[in-house]
């Protein structure tokens, strides 16, 4: 399993970056998932005392923050099980893992974010005027776009060998 | 480089505080985000008290995350003689840092997220009592997020070892 070509040395050196890589992903798209999660869940307490049978179809927005800290989970994951040892860690996968942990973290920081600002207003919108629901789905789908982008580069770039 | 120069067990201590510092620092600010609601509210509905502590508990929660991860990362502490010539240990020392990083900052963010959600459960509470059950779903949702950090944080250290 360990190449020889490897100095161990040089790999330990490295997975501080590759570690670094894991917890940016975790970290930051679990920030985001958090910002959202609250922001849009404050909406919902403030528009289920008008509205209470609105609130669980409202829960929508806290489902799709939620799935940005999935996506950081995901990338951590399949970062830190490559992970497991000095003796085949390189430079070249220290610094890639860096860089996937770094682009599906601050994505999901930016897009966590966006769903909690759009999730806060579009419910309490939608208490007043419930034809809105449609197009706030549709705002937050597009919020959830762009933690799905740094999903794919950070799939990318987790995968390289 | 001098990241190597500094001492394994430097690193490793310092995520083990991390990683229990943050939690608790999460958990605390919580429990004063709901305690307060809760309190407040309760004044002209006394009646809402005994469900909502189940929001206080739910932050008290990550805490635990955060003790028993730290108690996690200071069991693979092991004696090496010259560990920064050790790439094993370097390794160990990294994973340890950068895990307890990890469960830190997840437990921090899940805990203000919980305080926040669980303030809003008891002031929806206090106003119309089926809305009780339907914002602790979003609380439930919240609190995932510090799950998360113990995975993440288990699955890093796990093949940490200093000898």
């Known amino acids: 399993m360990s190449n020889p070509d490897i100095n161990p040395m040089d790999g330990a050196a490295a ?4 570690f670094a890589g894991v917890a940016s992903a ?3 798209a679990c920030l985001g998932a958090s910002y959202g ?19 669980m179809r409202n829960i929508i927005p806290v489902v799709m923050a939620g799935v940005i800290g999935i996506y950081g989970l995901i990338i951590a994951v399949i970062i830190a099980t490559n992970l497991t040892s000095p003796n085949d860690y390189t430079y070249y996968k ?24 759009v999730g806060d207003a579009g ?36 995968t390289k060998k | 480089m001098w990241l190597q120069e500094i001492s394994p067990y430097t690193w490793a201590a310092i995520g083990t505080a991390l990683a229990i510092g943050l939690s608790v620092t999460g958990a605390a600010w919580g429990i004063f985000l709901t305690g307060t609601s809760l309190l407040g509210a309760a004044i002209k509905v ?10 206080i508990i739910f ?3 990550v805490a635990i995350y955060g003790i028993i991860m730290a108690i996690i990362f200071q069991g693979k502490y092991s004696y090496v003689e010259n560990p920064t010539a050790a790439p094993l240990a370097i390794f160990a020392g990294f994973a340890l840092f950068w895990g307890g990083v ?3 900052f997840a437990n921090l963010a899940c805990g203000v997220t919980v305080g926040i959600t669980g303030s809003g459960c008891a002031l929806a509470d206090a106003q119309n009592r089926t809305l009780f059950v339907k914002i602790l779903v979003i609380e439930i949702f919240g609190s995932a997020l510090g799950l998360f950090g113990v995975i993440i944080g288990i699955v890093m250290t796990t093949s940490a070892k200093f000898n």
């Open chain 2, 46 to 55: 006394p009646r809402i008290r005994a469900k909502n502590l189940i929001s």
């Open chain 1, 123 to 158: 419910v309490r919108a939608v208490a007043q005027q419930p034809k809105l629901f449609v197009g706030m789905i549709l705002i937050m789908i597009f919020a959830e776009a762009l933690g799905l982008y740094g999903l794919i580069v950070a799939l990318i770039l987790g």
């Open chain 1, 94 to 117: 220290g610094f890639a893992h860096l860089g996937a942990g770094l682009s599906v973290g601050l994505s999901g920081l930016a897009a966590g974010y966006a769903i909690g600002v």
């Open chain 1, 37 to 55: 999660t609250a922001r849009s869940g404050i909406g919902v307490s403030s528009m289920g005392v008008m509205r209470p049978d609105l609130v």
């Open chain 2, 59 to 61: 932050c008290e929660a």
């Open chain 1, 15 to 18: 997975s501080f970056f590759g």
């Open chain 2, 102 to 104: 990890t469960v830190g």
């Open chain 1, 26 to 28: 975790l970290v930051f």
